[in-house]
């Protein structure tokens, strides 16, 4: 159908093509979201991509292009293109690439040729899927300046400090220690994706890195501390996996840390497989059920499985029976194990939904409890859908009759973040699945109280966005508190042109001041020019930070602020300048902020950048948030001068949750990036723990070593003392506690470890 389309010489200006779902990065939730895009194709042959009415990619069409070349990811759409030749007929020729992150991605994952020689099966598909989903052209230009090596120094520094070695002993083989790395590397692509708007110039880029991989202890500290499974592969030299296997989930990360805890045949799951939550170390069997024995992996018989969004606070789980692989009859949805929706799929063995359903909202929780009641037929909703907040009937409108699951007419829709403190409406007209015409937005502190905000726009008769639009502020992570920001400006075909303003809702109900602003270029680039202020987009309540500066062709040059509004106040914090090359890249003398900024972590960088690098000495300050106290240089160090970034000689270095209640840093010798030595751990500057990494600059830990706990903090103060050997922990292992008033620790428990 869509080459049809494109083939056509049908003397319309455009046609569509919709329904296409794809996935989006959603900053303030930290997950992927299912959208919907529109594609519009013009008689010369342009194809345009559009998501909620803005333009995402305009690119020629070629003569081999078939509809599976439309990218699975919206970040794709914008930033990744065709880097081969073309030949007279607009074929593709040589052997091209993707403009992105492929060349990380390869060296981070490897070859899927190689995976699939060792059998990893359904697991390598989600790894061919990560590669295409993650990619980024804008990362890729940044790894190119930044160079490659500094971030793998941070991963291969990251698993040695979180003993990686011992994890390839406790797990009876490689093959999990493989799967080790597919989820460790997949995380990373993720927390890759995160760095689109975050980056300020090159220092951004690797500390946002840095930060990310915080999150990728978990994983390893999870294999370190927790796995006690494994699972072999044959001795025929097939690669396939046999007997008892623990597995990570695809969605594991830290607030949802589920294993899977079955068998393996062939390299096929057979039997009975449970699914573990562990929660704050406590193992819980919440979920799973059978596959076939004959080696086909089929699900079958009854089943709990969870939902992909399942955490602590959405713990929302599905209950049912499998025949031959597919879902059949009743099917309960349950929450904290009480039933609160349901209803059928077909006996045909077909897995489609049937009949009267009533189903649960992504981000279901105690607060939000919202369902979607309506009917399926062949598996696509029709009729009327009802969308009830707890019992009350809130919103909802229609599907098409005809099972192409469209949505028609009027609708009232809820934000997935409305909960019993703020509720906010979209209201408007669908048209064969479009939005059309007007959509109002509304908001209110609670479900019946009286609106406080009110805006929306307009879309086009293809659902593209035009005129006037106030909008919540949806790309930064703040929590609730984007719904206090509100963005007001004009698109022109689906693109953002002319005079931009960010304001700020203030005490009273409709009352709002402008808080940041900036203008487009009126040829529909959305090209950004002349001066602009811009919120950070770690922009929450407690760490209001704008930069203020000049934009040239879309470009950061000269003079950029950092400004932090607080307390009703604003107060220059930092900054510095970019060149005027138009390259982003900064030079000079800076002084930046850390991720974590916040009134209770004022933690600031000062130092020099010579082409976008690091180099000389740079100092790390620090301003208490009481008793009115002077800012204080507390840590820093050197970079060297030839513009590789690398660390050398004594640093002082901070956890990276520093802040008033957790004031922890570290004091050692850095050596060509290494750490290498003596590292000694101080907790408001007294000597609390340490120990030594090789001298040859492996950053392996040896000899005795006293570890605080990673959430050490004034009121919750633990050590673990022990010995390491090689980067691994040996022997035995000894967890101290003392009070916040205490000034010795007290022996509280014993772990044995290997030797």
Known sequence: MFNQLISSNSTTQKQVFKNILLEKWDQRQQRFIQTEIIITITQDKQITYFSDGRVLRTESIQEDFNVQEILANIEQLKHLQWQGGFEQNNKKTGSGQLNGMEMLFKMLVGTTQMDQRKGYGKNQQIIIRTKHRYMKQEYMQMAKKEGLGCIFTMIKRLMVDNTMSKVKDMVNGENQVMDFMRNLKSLMMVNILMVKKLVDGIFSFKIIMRKNLNQCKIIIKYYADYFSGGGLYNERGQGYKNGRSIELSNEFRGTSQITLHGQYKNGKKVGRWDIYWNFYGNNQKIGGGSYDEAGNEIKINGWIELSKEFTEE???????????????????????????????????????KTGKWIESSELFSESSQFTYRGEYKNGKKVGRWDIFYFQDLIGGGFYDESGNGCKIGRWTELSDETNNLSAVKYLGDYKNGTKVGRWDIERSLSQKQKIIFSGGGSYDEVGIKFGKWVYFCDDFGCNYGHLNYIYAGEYKGGKKVGSWNVFQRGEKPMQYTVFGCGQYDEAGNECKIGRWIELSNEFRNTSQITFDGQYKNGKKVGRWDIQWHYQRSNKNIGGGLYDESGNECKIGRWIEISDEFDDLSQVTYHGDYRCGKKVGRWDIWYQKNYNNLKNEKIGGGSYDELGNECKTGKWTELNHKFRDTSQITYLGEYKNGKKIGYWETQFEEEQIGGGSYDEEGDTIKIGKWIELHDSFTDTFQTIYEGEFRHGQKVGTWIQKNRGEDHLDFRKVDVKKYDD
């Open 314 to 352: 959405y713990k929302v789980t599905y209950k049912g029976e499998y025949q031959n692989g597919k879902q059949i009859g009743k099917w309960d949805v349950l929450f904290c194990g009480k039933k609160i929706g349901g209803g059928l799929y077909d006996q045909n063995g077909d897995g489609c």
